[in-house]
């Protein structure tokens, strides 16, 4: 994924693209010629000896790009059959159409015909892009429903696997949450990732995903006026990960000669006796990552059960709301972490304190009860910007039953609203930085400023405490003064990247013990950090593309016998 981190609504996609056609400095043809160059660019570095290929072109310029890639694939000694509709397309995509007409015919796009030339080693889907405005109906639904079936040959998807909601991962027309739709093998994309492909079932359903470059770079100034949304991948470097060159890290490595308040003070609330489990994972994490110092709270009943490892921890009593805001006296204190562990009412009885001292503070499970079971009109009332909620869908519905609902409702008509919609309009109604957990994890701030982090190869991450680990990541690097937004995202990765590392098997109480070596690896520039199990991935990058571009025009000119009409199928 070689073009950056942001990601862009569909909305914003298409005002990038009109004014870089507005400015007169490239056509929509152009555009679209590019687009489709770099599918067939990519189909040809994973699959290099030519095959045959169904390529699925529907009514917009998706399926205009479906006939630049078949005219390509074609010069390259590909067999292929290509469906299509008859209707009135844009002029790039009618004249994209038309070359291919020059060369061969356009079956119907139908499932019946589709079943006919199944036979092949690729299938293309180039029938929706971002244009898709509503629930697929008719031919075309019943096309899209073969192309769920595993057993397909390869599918490699224009775009988007036809049929997602760009802007969401969701499938309009279908059950949220349990519908899956088209699959590919692999997704090509265009300029920057959307949310569908990060967000939902789309995660999962694109395949591995490569972003091309189609020469937008001048024009993504036209999307910086809305709030940005970053892509936490794993492969991409974000601008506060502790890379040599980045602001973080110095953060994390400690100077020598710093004293330890200079890392923070983080405080983790605990509950009851028996209960105590779940704050010390939070615990154990703050200190691992990085904290200063790191103070368990529990009620004086439960004091004693924390005796014992690690012996780095402190232990103080707080009995409730008084004694917490005594101990808050002390300014050395930088963050706390309320909820794990910690019982609903003595949560609800700490919360005041926690949130009047104004410092970083994350609320995490029995907190988030506690805050959805006040008066809905003042539930919110005390929370301010340094506060991050850390609910998972359960949690949310409770605190947002009105966004949940919307989330979980079947929709005709697209853009479907998003887990990123969810978060961003929390986040601005609590007025506190909201992360909404899941395999897409969505962070956002009150300003609309986001973050997604999506995992599809982490089953083993859930697992119960690992949600108490994340709040005390956050805790530890809010307490080493990372902004909340920031502190959140570095969590999340790290949160994942301990998961990677420890493997299947994994549970909670074995995080925290994965972070120091991660952070060890960070601080010397291992860049292999990043890639599943700790690997180095031998990707394929813009350069290769770009090469065999050059590679293909050679081959266009030179061996001008390509350029025959079509092959009967499979040579027969
Ligand atoms: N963004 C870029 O810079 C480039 C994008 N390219 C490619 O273009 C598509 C987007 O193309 P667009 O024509 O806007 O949309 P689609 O091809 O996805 O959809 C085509 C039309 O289909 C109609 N539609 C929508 N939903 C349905 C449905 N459920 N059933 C039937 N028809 C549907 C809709 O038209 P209506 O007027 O009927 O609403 C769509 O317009 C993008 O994904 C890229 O692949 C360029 O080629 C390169 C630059
Ligand atoms: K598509």
Redesign the pocket.
Known sequence: MPVGSEILTTAQ??AT?SAAMSSGRVTGAE??ER?GRAVAGHIRLRWPRPGRAVVLC????????GYVIAQHLHRAGWQLRVLGLANQP?PDAAQMRQRWQEIGPILPLDAATFAGVQDCDLVIDAI??????????GP?AALLAALTDPSLPPVVA??CPSGLCLDSGGWPGRDRGTATGARARLTVA??RPKPGHVLESGAFRCGELVIAD?G?GDWHHIASNAPQTLLLHPAIPTPWLPAPQGPAFSLLAKPADGHKFLSGHALILAGGPARGGAARLSARAALRVGAGLVTLAPPVDALAEHAGPPDALMRQPVEDASDLADMLADSRITALCLGPGCGIERAAGLLPSALACGRPCVLDADALTALSQRPKAERFRDLHDKVILTPHMGEFARLFPDLANRLVAADNTGPLFSRLDAARQAASRARAVLLLKGPDTVIATPDGSALIHTVTDLPWLATAGAGDVLAGLIAGLLARSLPPLQAAGLAVQLHALAARRFGPGLTADDLPDQIPAILRDLLEGASGVFERGGRKKTGIDEMQVKELHARIEELAVANSFLERKLKPWGGK
């Open positions: 996609m298409r693209e555009l679209m687009a529907g009514p917009g310029n998706n399926g205009g790009d844009g929706f892009g971002t244009g898709l405005t509503r629930a697929p109906t075309i224009v775009d265009f300029d189609i937008l």
